[in-house]
């Protein structure tokens, strides 16, 4: 082997505890996985464990990603749209006492207006009376006779 290839072998190869790991472009994730496995050679049991929770480990280190630039947009659109819901409901209860405050007047109106209504009904009738007073005392003194009535009168 020549001294050049030698220096390049030497390069990508690592010794960790007297194994041989690989270095180089896919050092990242083949390295890692080389070197779990050179240490846990002897175990296993412990391998298989590693081994099995390797893809749950990667769905969840994904979701707490997804959560982490997620949470933040998300978490403020629901304060704004909060902060909406109470603006509205304050304005619906500006709207109500608003609506009641008319209806009480409404009401105040009404009754002013029924009490003149009821005086005025009130008047009407004793008019009525004084009226037939008044013919009864006519028809008695004579001038009206029973057939003169205001019908015939006409």
Known sequence: MSEATAQQQAK?????DGAVVKTGPLAGGVGLGVLLMTLLENRPEVLAQVMAWGPGLVVIGGMLL????????????????AATQREMGANLARLAQAVEGGMLEQRREIGILLQVMSS?????????????????????????????????AR
Not at 12 to 16: Q, T
Not at 66 to 81: D, M, V
Not at 129 to 152: K, N, V
């Open 12 to 16: 990508s190869e690592a010794r960790f």
């Open 66 to 81: 997804l959560a982490h630039r997620w949470a933040g947009p998300l978490i403020s659109s629901q304060i704004e749209a």
């Open 120 to 152: 005025d009904i009130g008047e009407l009738k004793s008019m009525k009376r004084d009226i037939a007073e008044i013919r009864s005392a006519m028809y008695a003194h004579g001038f009206l006779r029973p057939a003169q009535t205001a019908e015939g």
